[in-house]
């Protein structure tokens, strides 16, 4: 199991990271939240990692805290719940969000997230109740400020993260349009595109 990489950032066009170990490249998934602590591109990172094995496939997640990794796990045990699905909570819903939502029973919030529909919100609240008390006491929280750097193509990364995290083309295109003008580069391009989609 890998658990941990420290390289140098080489590229990074969300939900996708490419990380330089030692003259080896991982390719990494990572949340929203965790894009938004990275430096800039050619810097040194470290980061907590989750690899998942299948027939196809093998998946590295990476994120920028051990909290955020447990988190992550916890959602993994849920049935229904896939990577791409816990994924997507921890880019919609900083981690502290969720919590309150587990908290406050509130399966309404977790129905923005793609991919949750009522029934598996109900189910992912309940199987979450007695996991919560644990998840709020390590540490658990959200997102830092965003930063790093823009691509040439700020609106077209951002889209292509919101289609990756499961939104429909048409509401991404249309939230990523809606923020533009008031976006900081491609990290809080999606951001506020995130929040936006997550009202509706």
């Not at 008390?133 to 889209?159: K, Q, R």
């Amino acid at each position: 199991m890998i658990g941990h990489l420290r390289g140098t950032l080489i590229e990074k066009l969300p939900p996708f990271l490419l990380l330089d170990v030692n003259g080896v490249g991982y390719e990494l998934e990572a949340p929203m939240t965790t894009f938004y602590d990275l430096p800039d591109e050619r810097e040194d990172v470290s980061l907590y990692t989750h690899l998942v094995v299948r027939e196809d496939a093998q998946l590295l997640f990476g994120f920028s805290d051990r909290p955020q990794r447990e988190l992550f796990r916890s959602l993994l045990k849920i049935n229904g719940v896939g990577p791409r699905v816990a994924l997507a909570i921890l880019s919609t819903l900083s981690a502290v969000q969720f919590v309150q939502c587990v908290q406050r029973q509130d399966a309404l919030t977790l129905t923005t997230v793609p991919g949750i529909g009522k029934k598996t919100a109900e189910r992912m609240l309940l199987d979450m109740r007695d996991r919560v008390a644990d998840l709020a006491g390590s540490g658990v929280a959200g997102g830092a400020m965003p930063g790093g750097a823009d691509s040439h193509n700020p609106e077209d990364d951002a889209l292509g993260a919101l289609l990756a995290l499961g939104y429909r083309q048409q509401d991404a295109t249309r939230a990523v349009r809606q923020v533009a003008e008031e976006a900081n580069g491609r990290e809080d391009l999606i951001r506020l595109a995130l929040q936006l989609l997550s009202k509706r």
